[in-house]
């Protein structure tokens, strides 16, 4: 009986790249990809980049559709399917991923030079499939970025309890030698409006004064 042949899925970078690599023992054997075991793959992807060596026995090229990359490496014979192909072009390539010194890529089959709209209809295609495609973050990186977030929204409370007069009183008093008025600007969190009217407010109160144009010193 003759072996079926593995199926060529139309498939999304991104998801492949996010899919959970299945090793049989120590060789690769398939990608799992939305509870779909995907060993080929048939994608229309712009080629973003491309090497050949200078024997002409090796190339790549590096494909992207805006949710990924990933680079199609042909070896010996199969290399000629990449020659003529340049950065810029859109592309089909249907053929096998594989997986070598912690790299994921696609051997190829097939590789076509298509018209770009056929990379549009093939989106359309995929987001009536698998819906649109959602970036998945790092754990980690999302803790990071909630967390320096939540750092600048309390540095901003902070500013605004205090107000933008005793936080300018209170760098003065913190430079002995004064401070420049550029730099309560870059620091504090207040509009140039607001702090260039808290400054003539307080020089005119008598609290500070300018010794020189642009520079400011509390009253000993």
Known sequence: MAQLRQIAYKIRLGDVLNGNIVFDGEKFSSLEVKEKKVSRVNVICNIVDKYENPE?????????????????KAFSDSSILLKGMEIGDTVRIVGWLRYYNDELYILPEIAVRLDPKWGY???LELIKEYGEFKEIEPVAEKVEQVEEVEEIEREKIMDMEEGPKMLILKKIKENAEGIDIEKLIMELKFSVEEINGTIKNLIAEGEIYEPRPGHLRGLD
């Open 56 to 72: 002409k026995s090796y190339n790549t090229i590096t494909l992207d559709d805006g949710t990924g990359q990933i680079r199609v």
């Open 121 to 123: 209809v093939r989106r």
